[in-house]
């Protein structure tokens, strides 16, 4: 391939890992339409990918469990659980996903670390744009912080006197979702300094950023991120230091955030039934609803769900039994708020136990049999699937059969080079 070609290429890459980003590129051309840059790269880009496509199979790893489940899912349209234009939805848009990133993988000739480090390139400009949004925030300069006059589907979170970032992504969560894989590479390369992933400098920005952002879930996943480190690393000397940066993080995120505050206060109360689910905040009580919306699900169809595409159905079914907290009837109604409740809701314990069975199956232990990196690239998408298991429904939104794939391929591609040494 001449310089020219790589190059191209190269670009095509970018773009291709940038829908990781683009959530919140969405542009409403009339009620009944509106435009995703995601989509339209996509498109592009597989228009490109013709030429080159030949003797490329799909592989049975995802096509198999998803038959058996799209199946069961017909069964339950049938049945009348589900809608087949609901199941459609799902069948088209996870099958065009799963095939079109599983291209991308085999034109780049299954080189995951390569793919990985243009991930973290785009992490960190996003990351930068984060830090600028905070300095102009503190500075009240509106056009630095406030992205909404560019981008449609993007909302502003100020927590009293500092702003909770979400950069070009449209809430803080979204990027935290995003940045997860990024954040535990970034750890990771500040702890490790033989691993050559990124510049320590990077890594911090892309902590700061990720601290930042104020997300409950995802200051979760980092705790168990630095134990999963340490535990890997052999330095659980440092486990109690860990807990007490946590308790004394956690003290802080508590009064300086008050969005963190409120959610913690109403979690906690739900749990300890001292506050009704329509008096907490909107994240908690969709959070809280979806899961009763689930459980109930469940004694329908505990084995198979109620179909792909019909956890809506089921909130419409069940919603009048819960209380509902004025003006959330609609909120996260499609992705049940969480992909672990998603699954159990419309695949049953049949569905979450394979994704499960996919995570265990595919996950690389660190240790002298395989190489650092990859690693590293397989568990920082392991726990970008466990944040998505907690707090994200949808089934292929943020890039995520890019990182189905590469989670795959990095556990193929480690016992390859294993097994050469």
Known sequence: MNKRSEVTKNILNYLAVF????????????????LRISYLIMGSLFLLWIPVMKDMAFNRV????????????????????????????????????????????????YEIRKLFRIYLNISFLVAL???????????????????????????????????????????????????????????????????????????????IVFI???????????????????????????????????????????????DFRVRVVDSVNILRTKTNLEDVNYSTYALFSNALVTKKSLKLSPLIGTGLGSHEISYARFIPEIKRKEGTHLVNVQDAASL???????????????????????????????????????????LYFIIRLLRVGHYFTDGFFLFFWMYYFSRIKANQEQSLK
């Open 19 to 34: 829908i990781v980003f683009s959530n919140s590129l969405i542009y409403f051309i009339n009620d009944n339409f509106a």
């Open 340 to 382: 672990f409740l998603r699954l159990l809701s419309e695949t049953g314990v049949l569905g979450l136990g394979l994704f499960l069975f996919f995570l265990l199956r595919f996950y690389l232990r660190k240790g002298d049999r395989y190489p650092v990196d990859l690693w590293v690239v397989n568990n920082s998408i392991f």
């Open 212 to 258: 930042l952002s104020f997300s409950s879930t995802g200051y979760a996943i980092l705790i168990i991120s630095l134990f999963l480190i340490l535990i890997n690393y052999k330095r659980t000397r440092y486990a109690s230091a860990i807990l007490i940066f946590t308790v004394v993080f956690a003290f802080f995120a508590f009064r300086l955030s008050p």
């Open 62 to 109: 995802f096509f198999i469990p998803f038959f058996t489940l799209v199946i069961f899912s017909l069964f339950n349209v049938y049945a009348g659980l589900d809608k087949i234009e609901l199941l459609l939805k799902q069948v088209v848009g996870i099958s065009i996903n799963a095939a079109w990133f599983y291209i991308l993988i085999q034109i780049n000739d």
């Open 129 to 207: 744009i984060g830090l600028f949004q905070e300095i102009s925030f503190l500075f009240d300069f509106k056009p630095g912080y406030d992205f909404s006059y560019i981008l449609p589907f993007w909302t502003f979170h100020p927590a009293g006197n500092i702003l909770r970032i979400n950069s070009i992504l449209p809430e803080p969560s979204g990027l935290v979702v995003s940045l997860m894989p990024a954040a535990f590479a970034s750890l990771c390369s500040l702890i490790d300094k033989s691993l050559e992933l990124q510049t320590k400098f990077r890594s911090v920005v892309i902590m």
